[in-house]
């Protein structure tokens, strides 16, 4: 399947000095994929707003996750030269498409903090995005002590190094569909220093779009303002102006003809993804 093409493919990269830390499932270690400045950069740009971190359930403050998080969905971090870079080199890595990506997110745990034993997939796979295939995880910074990615069913702990980065799949490569279990990962408690990191998650399918419609949530927004966001999110992606996702929230009629048509998202370099 795409997962072991995509691995197979990363490991031709000899400029971030690639290595298979597991085979089967796959994690790859990319250990030179930024250097110092950009790792500094992007932490500098992406930490802009760090809140306490959130997780699964009610109000997503949860024992299990103590980290903060600052999210890079404003402008003034999204658009900046230095996280267009660092989020294109990620999806020309990935081969994926813009549109599927999640707004990425820089991770901030001090001394005592973690993130306990968890599954990154945590999207219904008929949801509009699909499951969350792959995770790219970047670190930004040393930790003093602790701190370590840890994969408690592939026996495999990584110490953070600034500039270096994981990435591992969520679903398996038999059948994207089915959650790959055995990527549970946990972050280790900080026992000295701070440790900053970044996540980069991609889906199957589009997840700006319907994001930016709020697909599947009760955010009450009227049709225009809906109709706004997303060509607004379609466009800036890189996204065709006009497609059925755009059709089917602006109310067109059911026998439309356009509704005929698949949907296709289509990335900046004009290649079509289903
Ligand atoms: O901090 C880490 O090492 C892992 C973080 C993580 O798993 C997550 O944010 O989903
Ligand atoms: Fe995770």
Redesign the pocket.
């Known amino acids: 399947g795409g997962i072991a093409a995509r691995m197979e493919a990363m490991l031709n990269m000899k400029e971030y000095s690639p290595r298979l830390l597991s085979e089967d499932p796959p994690v790859m270690m990319l250990e030179t994929f930024i250097d110092r400045d950009f790792a500094a950069e992007v932490l500098r740009v992406g930490g802009h707003d760090f809140q306490r ?1 959130l ?1 699964g359930f009610d109000d997503g403050h949860v024992p299990s ?1 103590t ?1 903060s ?1 600052s999210w890079c969905n404003v402008p003034t971090c999204e658009d900046s030269a230095v996280m267009e870079r660092f989020k294109e080199r990620i999806t020309s890595l990935l081969d994926c498409p813009m549109l599927n990506t999640e707004h990425l ?1 820089v ?1 901030r ?1 001090e001394v005592g903090q973690f ?1 306990k034993s ?1 599954h ?1 997939q945590n999207s219904p796979v008929d949801s509009p995005p699909g499951p969350r295939v792959w ?1 790219f ?1 970047t ?1 930004l910074s040393e930790v003093d002590e602790g ?4 994969f408690p069913y592939l026996n495999l702990t ?1 110490t ?1 190094k600034t500039g270096s980065a994981i990435v591992w799949p969520s679903v398996r490569n038999e059948n994207i569909f089915e959650d790959e279990l055995r990527t549970e ?4 408690p900080v026992r000295a220093g701070v ?1 900053y ?1 970044a ?1 980069f998650w991609t889906h199957l399918r589009d997840f700006q779009t319907p994001h930016a419609a709020h697909c599947g949530t009760t955010a009450v927004r009227t049709a225009t303002e809906r109709r706004k966001a997303v060509e607004a999110a379609r466009v800036k992606n890189g996204g065709a102006p006009d497609g059925l996702m755009n059709a089917a929230i602006s109310g067109v009629r059911p026998d439309d003809p356009r509704l005929r048509q698949p949907y296709r998202n289509v990335d900046k370099r004009g290649k079509e993804e289903l």
């Open positions: 971190s997780a996750r980290s998080t997110q991770l745990y993130y968890h990154d995770t995880f670190y701190g370590e990615t840890y990584v953070p990962h946990e972050a280790m440790k990191a996540n």
